[in-house]
């Protein structure tokens, strides 16, 4: 009765084994793993650039609205004081 019970077990390990290696070696989900990761590392990419190229464009655009205010106040008063031709 002894050995009746145990070769049930070592039967369940067995496939529970058989499962998990299986699983490990399985490759179907590999390829939506791959495109996750790559996908991730694409947006983080996207999002470096972006902070890189976030002051130099801000500075522009503060520039240019400088320029128009400069622009409005002299076509207002009338003058060319300060305005390079």
């Known amino acids: 009765m002894h050995s009746d019970?145990?070769?049930p077990v070592f039967l369940m390990r067995l496939a529970a084994w058989s499962r998990i290696i299986?699983?490990?070696s399985n490759e179907d989900g590999?390829?939506?793993v791959d495109w996750v990761v790559l996908t991730a590392a694409?947006?983080?990419g996207?999002?470096?650039v972006t902070l890189v190229l976030?002051?130099?464009t801000?500075?522009?655009g503060d520039?240019?609205?400088d320029n128009l205010d400069l622009v409005a106040e002299h076509v207002v008063d009338g003058s060319t004081d300060g305005l390079s031709k």
């Open 30 to 32: 590999a390829t939506t």
């Open 42 to 44: 694409a947006m983080l």
């Open 5 to 7: 019970y145990q070769l």
């Open 46 to 48: 996207c999002f470096a």
């Open 54 to 56: 976030d002051d130099g």
């Open 58 to 60: 801000r500075n522009i």
């Open 22 to 24: 299986n699983f490990v």
């Open 63 to 65: 520039n240019v609205s």
